[in-house]
């Protein structure tokens, strides 16, 4: 597949930014030095998911360290170069952030590291502040990202539900990895129950409501993918709209709709009743479930995104005289 480099660096890369905004979140609904302690594993999910969209998108490049050193050096006119500052950027902040949560001298997992708990101990309170900073940062990221895709050129993906995807799969794949991850260290360690149960209340929400955005962000793609102003553009879009619904990417397309969409509010259903009832072991499988369900989802999503895709190039022939 030729855009699987592509569709590794959009979804991971997104991913790595809820899953940083699932921390900040984190930090702010700790209340005590416990949850933070148990709250800390999730720092460990940003910064790695970030580093393999990056191996990915240098895969494709058949000089990867002489295209990290361009990548950079045409900010004025290319979205491409800006998509890599801002990715840069976000990744470092992000490094920081989760230094600031790893190293940190009382529960940090890395703590017993020597040296480095001293030197992050006096920007512990900054720790708020840079998670913020990166939040935004990371939504910019997704922005500019979505804004590298819509070009004239390309238009089924020169939408408005182009960066709507894309902000769905940050917050939905990143929150509940976060989610996931934590609720695995429940079941292994069987502690920290009301830190966990509060935060699996706000994922439950957060990812309730994306599922209902994605399922509208889909219908109005099918709908914007009908309307367009040029003829050139209506036949590109049309063709990209065939190969959704009624061509080679068909079986894809409602395998994610089945699992991303589907079997994830069904799980998200199921899971109300073990959170109301506080049962955690249960609500931890099911949570492990959402993400599952989740990422498939966005990945296949993703795979249609690109796949799917017929750009401009290919149906100028049969509109040029």
Known sequence: MSHIAYIVFTVFSQMAVGALIAMVIADFLAKDKAALKFFETGAWVSVPVAVIGLIAVLSHEARPIQAMMTMNSNLATSWLSRESLALTVFVVLAVIYTVLWLFEPEYGSLRRIPLIPKIA?????????????????????????????????????????????????????????????????????KETVEPLARYLWATWGIALVLVIVLVF?????????????????????????????????????????????????????????????????????????????????????????????????????????
């Open 121 to 189: 101990k006096p920007f512990i309170p900054l720790r708020k502040v840079v998670g913020v900073i990166s939040a935004i940062v990371g939504v910019a990221f997704l922005s500019v990202t979505a804004k590298t895709y819509m070009m004239v050129g390309l238009p089924a993906m020169n939408q408005i539900t182009t960066p709507l995807f894309f902000l769905v799969t940050a917050l939905l794949v990143g929150v509940t990895a976060v989610a996931a991850v934590l609720s695995l260290k429940y079941m292994i360690k």
């Open 217 to 321: 962000v889909l219908f109005a793609n099918i709908s914007m993918l009908q309307i367009a102003e040029t003829k050139a553009a209506g036949m590109a879009q049309l063709e990209t709209l065939k190969n959704m619904l009624h061509g080679d990417y068909t079986t894809l397309f409602w395998a994610r709709v089945v699992i991303g969409v589907v079997l994830t509010l069904v799980c998200l259903a199921v899971l109300i009743l073990p959170l109301k009832k506080k049962d955690i072991s249960k609500a931890s499988v099911l949570t492990c479930a959402v993400f599952v369900c989740a990422l498939i989802g966005e990945i296949l999503g993703r795979i249609v995104f690109f796949g799917a895709n017929v750009p401009l190039s290919e149906v100028m022939p049969y509109i040029l005289p």
